[in-house]
């Protein structure tokens, strides 16, 4: 099964050398290698729940505390939850000890 990244799910064009970097910036979750593959993904690009500066419904997100609570009613993230099953990760325990 191909999975999906979060900009390629949402059509943002922030992922590295996307449509939209001059003027929207490159995504953090498309530039956050060390969590490169946690549930299947590229970079954070499934796991774009943990990346401060994200953005969701063209607003910048924040810190993991303000953002989780909106993530969580996501249809990526229930997507992205959906297809690990067992293997999800929700939170690495290098994020959570970082809150």
């Known amino acids: 099964m191909k999975v999906i ?28 290698n060390e969590f490169n593959g946690i549930n299947g993904g590229l970079s954070a690009g499934r ?15 924040g ?12 249809s990526f993230f229930k997507l992205v939850n959906y297809e690990e099953g067992r293997e999800f990760t929700l939170l690495t325990e290098e994020v959570f000890l970082k809150k």
């Open 47 to 61: 796991y774009c729940w943990t990346v401060y500066g994200t953005l969701c419904h063209n607003k910048m997100q």
């Open 63 to 74: 810190d993991l505390e303000d953002k989780l609570l909106n993530c969580i009613n996501c």
């Open 5 to 32: 990244n979060c900009w390629e799910y949402f059509h943002c064009g922030r992922e590295t050398r996307g449509i939209n970097i001059d003027k929207l910036g490159v995504c953090p979750a498309s530039m956050r």
